[in-house]
């Protein structure tokens, strides 16, 4: 099944065929909260929802709170439990050791992942790709097993998807903060990524040709270093 998603300027398309018995990973993120509400909604698939553990707590009040509000009656399976105390820079060790522990459980023919591409570097001055906080994805993952039927999507196609299926409503119950696990802080990579896709969707960051033309002039006159651009355009 094909979905669409994006503003008219940037439209993607999601292809998903699922297996008979998937396994979808949540985080309590936009992200994993879209995409197991669209596979619950438009598949027969038997679905096994799993968390992956990344503190003391195992109680997830917040996904619990998204599965009541979405109507979903799933139980939660917490995964990862030998590996949980990782610290945070080896996050990305810690999901994929817990995805193979899923495979070897043998409970499902697929595991689907909410992994959206990493956010652009331009937009992120603050989260280099050497910072620990950015997210170090794999482009493009091809694997029998594990699905991220998102991997190709900016934050704001996510978005726009949980617009078009009428469930954007759960945007208010969803924490995709990297610090805090109940709210956010407003300033990590997940936060700020967050923001920035609702302000692309609803007021992107844009240009015209008359902008063009006022730096072009500036460049040709004024600029002699010839390296401004990242200033001009305030990015
Ligand atoms: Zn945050």
Redesign the pocket.
């Known amino acids: 099944m094909k979905f669409n998603c994006g503003p008219e300027w940037d439209e993607r398309i999601i292809t998903i065929k699922p297996a008979k018995k998937i396994g979808v990973l949540v985080s309590s993120g936009l992200d994993s909260t879209t995409l197991l509400s669209l596979l619950y909604n438009n598949f027969d698939s038997e679905i096994k929802l799993y968390n992956v553990r990344t503190g003391v707590n195992t109680d997830k009040p917040v996904i619990r709170d998204i599965l009541n509000k979405l109507g979903i009656d799933l139980t939660l399976n917490i995964v990862g439990n030998s590996i949980w105390q990782t610290p945070m820079y080896n996050h990305h060790a810690r999901l994929w050791k817990a995805f193979q522990e899923i495979k070897e459980l043998g409970e499902v023919d697929e595991l689907y992942c909410g992994n959206i591409q990493s956010p652009r570097e331009a937009f992120f001055p603050d989260f280099k790709v050497s910072s620990p906080e950015f997210p170090k994805r794999p482009w493009l993952t091809k694997d029998s097993f594990l699905k991220n039927p998102f991997e190709h999507l900016e934050k704001y196609h996510v978005i726009d998807l949980g617009r078009r299926l009428g469930i954007d409503h759960i945007y208010n119950t969803t924490i995709s903060?990297?610090?805090?696990e109940l709210w956010?802080?407003?300033?990590?990579m997940?936060?700020k990524e967050l923001l920035w896709g609702f302000s692309q969707l609803d007021n992107p960051t844009s240009t015209s040709l008359d902008d063009l033309v006022a730096k072009a002039t500036l460049d040709l006159t004024t600029d002699t270093t010839k390296n401004h651009d990242k200033e001009y355009w305030n990015l």
């Open positions: 903060c990297n610090v805090y956010h802080c407003g300033k990590c997940g936060c």
